[in-house]
């Protein structure tokens, strides 16, 4: 399934993006929570040992957990690589290598995969008796997308990463209702969860009424097309004025009038035209500053929808960078995750065209 293959209410939906948990760490849990918290978890824990009870007092710890470090924002895994501290506590979703001897061994260390070189290895360690779940453990085991909340330990050889909850990203929670569930979970296990299409913004909309006939057709028009003319044209359809580029800039405009699911949205863009004189080619994360940065601090705008630009085709390490920046957990009923949009020469190609903008072009 590709975020393709989801409805545009599915989509664009304000979902609760929660974990469905698979490891727990209940002393690191309780010992990184504010006292009144830590309190309040004591008091609210149910009695007993059976099965049921104790995976009801996780499920009480993880979302307070999570609703914690929304409150704190506490930094996505990359951002707390950037801020090279010695421990810090980070939220984020990442995708982990496989670890078979999660089976046999008490304690396990495995990668995570990172587009982004910090100069040294990523390994998670933990001990296998804070399994919560069998299939968390098959899950691990396979190597897949998982929320983690973590410390990160900054030392000499590796970054290590000392987990307090891993678990897949899940959609499917009480605060979406019923109606959803099937397709929310299917969105989640297959990672498309968070993002949306160009098309689902109001404001873009009638690109779907532009047929494209090859690869040639957008990519003579794209390849010449000023990043500057660009940001005029996307600037104007929101009605806004542009404003000026500088080297610190989070973003390369900043609008709170797009429109999605009959909804104002705040947006950040980033913009990449075609580079120049240079090589007209797809987008990865080496275009996008030293580590990722711009993408850094897009997110980092605090805007609802999160949206990278570009002349040219849009690489997956881009996609893997903005999802796991954008989308966080958001524990029990402490908010709505954030979503993230791509739209790459192709699709600018249609924007333009649907909205007149190569005929203002042409015609001076």
Same mark, same amino acid.
């Given at each position: 399934?590709?975020?393709?293959?989801?409805?545009?209410?599915?989509?664009?939906?304000?979902?609760?993006?929660?974990?469905?948990?698979?490891?727990?760490?209940?002393?690191?849990?309780?010992?990184?929570?504010?006292?009144?918290?830590? &309190?309040?978890?004591?008091?609210?824990?149910?009695?007993?040992?059976?099965?049921?009870?104790?995976?009801?007092?996780?499920?009480?710890?993880?979302?307070?957990?999570? &609703?914690?470090?929304?409150?704190?924002?506490?930094?996505?895994?990359?951002?707390?690589?950037?801020?090279?501290?010695?421990?810090?506590?980070?939220?984020?979703?990442?995708?982990?290598?496989?670890?078979?001897?999660?089976?046999? @061994?008490?304690?396990?260390?495995?990668?995570?995969?990172?587009?982004? &070189?910090?100069?040294?290895?990523?390994?998670?360690?933990?001990?296998?008796?804070?399994?919560? *779940?069998?299939?968390?453990?098959?899950?691990?085991?396979? /190597?897949?997308?998982? @929320? #983690?909340?973590?410390?990160?330990?900054?030392?000499?050889?590796?970054?290590? #990463?000392?987990?307090?909850?891993? /678990?897949?990203?899940?959609?499917?929670?009480?605060?979406?209702?019923?109606?959803?569930?099937?397709?929310?979970?299917?969105? @989640?296990?297959?990672?498309?969860?968070?993002?949306?299409?160009?098309?689902?913004?109001?404001?873009?909309?009638?690109?779907?009424?532009?047929?494209?006939?090859?690869?040639?057709?957008?990519?003579?028009?794209?390849?010449?097309?000023?990043?500057?003319?660009?940001?005029?044209?996307?600037?104007?359809?929101?009605?806004?004025?542009?404003?000026? &580029?500088?080297?610190?800039? @989070?973003?390369?405009?900043?609008?709170?009038?797009?429109?999605?699911?009959?909804?104002?949205?705040?947006?950040?863009?980033?913009?990449?035209?075609?580079?120049?004189?240079?090589?007209?080619?797809?987008?990865?994360?080496?275009?996008?500053?030293?580590?990722?940065?711009?993408?850094?601090?897009?997110?980092?705008?605090?805007?609802?929808?999160? #949206?990278?630009?570009?002349?040219?085709?849009?690489?997956?390490?881009?996609?893997?960078?903005?999802?796991?920046?954008?989308?966080?957990?958001?524990?029990?009923? *402490?908010?709505?995750?954030?979503?993230?949009?791509?739209?790459?020469?192709?699709?600018?190609?249609?924007?333009?065209?649907?909205?007149?903008?190569?005929?203002?072009?042409?015609?001076?």
């Amino acid at each position: 399934m590709s975020v393709h293959d989801i409805s545009s209410d599915i989509r664009t939906g304000d979902f609760f993006y929660t974990i469905d948990m698979g490891f727990l760490n209940r002393r690191l849990c309780i010992s990184v929570l504010p006292r009144m918290l830590q &309190d309040h978890y004591i008091q609210n824990q149910k009695p007993g040992n059976d099965p049921m009870t104790v995976h009801a007092n996780y499920r009480l710890l993880s979302n307070m957990l999570l &609703d914690a470090c929304r409150q704190l924002s506490v930094p996505a895994l990359l951002k707390a690589l950037e801020l090279g501290e010695q421990t810090h506590l980070f939220l984020s979703t990442q995708r982990l290598t496989p670890c078979e001897d999660i089976f046999e @061994s008490s304690r396990v260390d495995h990668l995570v995969e990172l587009d982004i &070189d910090f100069g040294k290895p990523i390994h998670i360690t933990y001990h296998t008796e804070h399994l919560v *779940s069998t299939t968390g453990k098959e899950r691990l085991a396979k /190597g897949t997308d998982q @929320s #983690i909340v973590g410390l990160l330990h900054n030392k000499p050889d590796r970054f290590e #990463i000392e987990p307090l909850v891993i /678990g897949t990203p899940l959609l499917d929670h009480p605060c979406n209702g019923d109606a959803n569930r099937y397709l929310t979970w299917n969105a @989640s296990r297959n990672g498309c969860y968070g993002e949306i299409l160009p098309e689902d913004i109001a404001e873009f909309s009638k690109m779907v009424e532009v047929q494209v006939s090859d690869a040639d057709e957008w990519m003579d028009v794209m390849k010449k097309m000023p990043e500057e003319k660009i940001k005029q044209f996307f600037a104007g359809l929101f009605g806004e004025p542009t404003k000026k &580029d500088w080297g610190g800039e @989070s973003n390369d405009h900043f609008s709170a009038n797009v429109t999605v699911a009959d909804h104002r949205r705040t947006a950040a863009f980033l913009l990449k035209g075609p580079c120049g004189g240079k090589l007209f080619r797809g987008m990865t994360l080496d275009m996008c500053g030293k580590r990722a940065d711009q993408v850094l601090r897009l997110t980092e705008s605090d805007a609802e929808i999160s #949206i990278v630009q570009h002349c040219h085709s849009i690489g997956e390490d881009i996609r893997k960078t903005l999802r796991s920046l954008t989308v966080a957990p958001s524990g029990s009923v *402490s908010g709505i995750a954030r979503k993230y949009c791509l739209i790459d020469g192709h699709a600018t190609y249609r924007i333009l065209k649907a909205y007149g903008c190569l005929k203002k072009e042409k015609g001076g």
